[in-house]
T-cell receptor, first 112, second 114 residues
Framework: QQQVKQSPQSLIVQKGGIPIINCAYE??????FPWYQQFPGKGPALLIA?????SEKKEGRFTISFNKSAKQFSLHIMDSQPGDSATYFC???????????FGRGTQLTVWP | DADVTQTPRNRITKTGKRIMLECSQT?????MYWYRQDPGLGLRLIYY???????NKGEISDGYSVSRQAQAKFSLSLESAIPNQTALYFC?????????????FGPGTRLTVL
């Protein structure tokens, strides 16, 4: 059973566009929601994270929007650049054991 | 030097062979993880260890075993490799759970089982 559902699987935007990646979860015990960014040939790296007691977090051009009642959260990339082309994973942490549950990933391509 | 290292980086083997993937970290973290990445399936947890004496199965542990030799070392073994274990394998570490819980990933091992 997939704990975190992520969409879309792939996304293509023009430079300057605002790609949005969505994730949904069911387990209300999740207490921490990070996003990881992975470039080809590299391991994933933490990009930005949010806790469920806030509705939005912004770091540079990256913003997480969090809707606790809908059990959904999303990543927005403002003024996207070709260098943002990567695979993005959302995740949720189970508060009981502290492990992360990852979505299946979104492959983002930003055209110049 | 990298904080989380994995060896080998690439490995091609045959069905039925025993394979060991090794992970070392210099971050001083207690928690270590092994993930498998397949296209379209994301990162799936194989095993995780919250300290040297604590090892737990993840969602896809069948066909795999692990050994936590020390705080800094966590090895993944495939006792008898099969073709559907062909994948990209990542080791990761994290600090004891708190308000911020970052996992640090190694560079990955690409395993091909013929």
């Amino acid at each position: 059973q997939q704990q975190v559902k992520q969409s879309p699987q792939s996304l293509i935007v023009q430079k300057g566009g605002i790609p949005i990646i969505n994730c949904a979860y069911e387990n209300t015990a999740f207490d921490y929601f990070p996003w990881y960014q992975q470039f080809p040939g590299k391991g994933p790296a933490l990009l930005i994270a949010i806790r469920p007691d806030v509705s939005e977090k912004k770091e540079g051009r990256f913003t997480i929007s969090f809707n606790k009642s809908a059990k959904q959260f999303s990543l927005h990339i403002m003024d996207s650049q070709p260098g943002d082309s990567a695979t993005y994973f959302c995740a949720a942490r189970g508060s009981t054991l502290g492990r992360l549950y990852f979505g299946r990933g979104t492959q983002l391509t930003v055209w110049p | 030097d990298a904080d989380v290292t994995q060896t080998p980086r690439n490995r091609i083997t045959k069905t039925g062979k025993r394979i060991m993937l090794e992970c070392s970290q210099t971050k001083g973290h207690d928690r270590m993880y092994w993930y498998r990445q397949d296209p379209g399936l994301g990162l799936r947890l194989i095993y995780y260890s919250f300290d040297v004496k604590d090892i737990n199965k993840g969602e896809i542990s069948d066909g795999y075993s692990v050994s936590r030799q020390a705080q800094a070392k966590f090895s993944l073994s495939l006792e008898s490799a099969i073709p559907n274990q062909t994948a990209l394998y990542f080791c990761a570490t994290s600090e004891t759970s708190g308000s911020r819980d970052t996992q640090y990933f190694g560079p990955g091992t690409r395993l091909t089982v013929l």
